[in-house]
């Protein structure tokens, strides 16, 4: 090969798309960790920069450059206007709606390849395998775009209610039979215009119907799963276009959502079926369980001050609560507060706290707390009957004894933090508000466990008033 072939415009754009990938991977692997997070999202930026850049010196297109243009404006000034405003708590919302912008691009990429075939023009990169794979991401990609719409007007709380009805997962599956045998027809004959607006629409309404009944606390999950879908379509739809960033870029998405949506169920400890097709997380479950004996004794923030501030060590426990109050700078106040007076303060971190992985971290680094505070579950768990004080702020769930304890309970099994064994628990809520499983908690009710009620930053910002007094 000589410098001029070498040189290609092809060989130049084949280049940047393999350099892309590498970002990409880059990128991801520095998303692992929470001191690095940042600039994995910078490298994995610069990666789609320039595979967008040099798609426009594509020798395939040839045509359309303002339409191009038009799109990446409105899509980039909407991303960057949502992604400035989102508060942390919205993220998981926001994520199913850019989750499902990427499932639905491929499937239209799919459908624009799928109409080359059935106008006669032939896929761009023809072949019995290019057209099966344009297939599976025109099914994968629409399922994920259609369910992840859902997720997110679920989790937007424009959709509460969980849809139900008797025979529904056999119509589910009829309709899934349907939309393979439509599939078959498209990848391997002669098919009808009438065969591919059969295929698209039953695909829309199979990602509907799959995701309605699901629980909107369950969401995070589903997500992830589509997550997973998506790339897997983006990949799929990669090889149809013989487009090595996409390929790269895809596959890596669905191996990265594939692994989370495992770690979230084996996190919670419920099967992705349980997930799937079980109402866990919408109040039908019941408490599982007996009530717990005993009532719940309160404590005002004058004295949980008073008695963290003499304490020699003090774990902290955020949870969903947390975010949704929006607590952790006044915690983060506290902290130092409670350290200048020479309490050891830890901060404990279950994987499931929250309503996405990561959740706890990302707001604990925000606030700024060093990372060498935060401990993982399996690092504090043995720590716990040394300590003095168990803050619990806005955790529920991952606090709840029953998962170790109760056969009966829904989330039995679960990892928890057991913040039971250590001298004195207290608790930071509103009410007698349940968590994400719906269950009773018997924490609240043990003897060495006080109700300290209120909205988290209220309380953060009393119990911080309280020991500047001391
Ligand atoms: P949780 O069990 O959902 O409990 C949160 C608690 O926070 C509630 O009991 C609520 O009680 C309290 N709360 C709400 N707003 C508050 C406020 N403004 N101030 C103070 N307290 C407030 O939370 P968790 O212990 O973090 O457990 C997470 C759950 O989500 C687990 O069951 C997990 O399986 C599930 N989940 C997690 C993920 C993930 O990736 N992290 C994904 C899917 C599901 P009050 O109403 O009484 O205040």
Redesign the pocket.
């Known amino acids: 090969m000589n410098l001029e072939n070498l040189l290609s415009i092809e060989n130049l754009i084949n280049f940047s798309y393999f350099a892309t990938a590498i970002l990409f991977i880059r990128g991801l692997k520095l998303m692992s960790s929470p001191v690095t997070a940042r600039k994995g999202i910078i490298w994995a930026g610069v990666g789609m920069g320039i595979a967008t850049v040099v798609t426009f010196a594509h020798p395939q297109i040839s045509s359309n450059y303002g339409l191009m243009l038009l799109a990446i404006t409105i899509g980039s000034v909407l991303a960057w206007w949502s992604g400035k405003r989102v508060a942390m708590t919205d993220m998981p919302q926001m994520i199913a709606l850019y989750n499902g912008m990427g499932g639905g691009a491929a499937a239209a990429i799919a459908a624009v390849e799928l109409v080359r075939e059935y106008t006669g023009a032939g896929l761009t990169h023809g072949g019995v395998v290019a057209q099966v794979l344009a297939v599976l991401g025109a099914l994968i990609g629409t399922i994920a775009f259609s369910g992840s719409l859902i997720a997110f007007a679920k989790l937007q709380g424009w959709m509460r209610k969980v849809y139900r009805f008797p025979g529904q997962q056999v119509v589910n599956l009829l309709l899934f039979a349907g939309l393979l045998f439509l599939g078959y027809k498209l990848a391997f004959t002669h098919f009808g215009g009438m065969d591919l607006y059969l295929f698209f629409g039953l695909a829309l309404l199979i990602g509907v119907l799959m995701t309605v009944p699901i629980g909107g606390?369950?969401m995070?999950?589903v997500i992830s799963l589509y997550n997973a879908l998506t790339g897997l379509a983006v990949g799929f739809e990669g090889f149809v276009l013989q487009n090595p960033a996409m390929m790269i870029a895809g596959i890596v998405v669905g191996a990265a959502g594939t692994l989370l949506t495992q770690l979230?169920a084996k996190a919670?400890n419920r099967p992705l079926t349980n997930v799937l097709f079980a109402g866990f997380g919408t109040g039908d479950d019941g408490g599982g369980g007996e009530g717990p004996e005993g009532s719940m004794k309160s404590i005002e923030a004058g004295d949980a001050a008073i008695t963290m501030a003499y304490a020699e060590k003090v774990v902290i426990v955020p949870?969903?609560?947390m975010a949704?109050?929006q607590a952790q700078h006044k915690i983060w106040e506290l902290t130092q507060l409670l350290k200048d007076r020479g309490v050891k303060v830890a901060f404990a971190i279950h994987p499931?706290?929250?309503?996405?992985?990561g959740?706890m971290n990302v707001l604990l680094a925000e606030a700024g707390v060093p990372y060498d505070l935060i401990y993982d579950l399996e690092d504090i768990n043995s720590q716990f009957p040394n300590t003095d004080v168990s803050l619990v702020i806005?955790?529920?769930?991952?606090?709840n004894p029953a998962a170790r304890e109760d056969k009966s309970s829904p989330i039995y099994g679960m990892p928890i933090l057991d913040v039971d064994h250590s001298h004195n628990v207290i608790v930071?809520?509103?009410?007698?508000?349940?968590?994400?499983?719906g269950i009773q908690n018997h924490l609240f009710f043990a003897d060495n466990t006080r109700m300290l009620y209120g909205?988290?930053q209220e309380v953060a910002q009393k119990l911080v008033a309280a020991i500047k007094s001391l």
């Open positions: 606390a369950d995070p999950v979230m919670m949870g969903y609560g949704v109050a499931v706290a929250g309503r996405m992985p959740h806005g955790a529920n769930d991952v606090v930071v809520k509103r009410g007698q508000g349940t968590g994400f499983s909205d988290g």
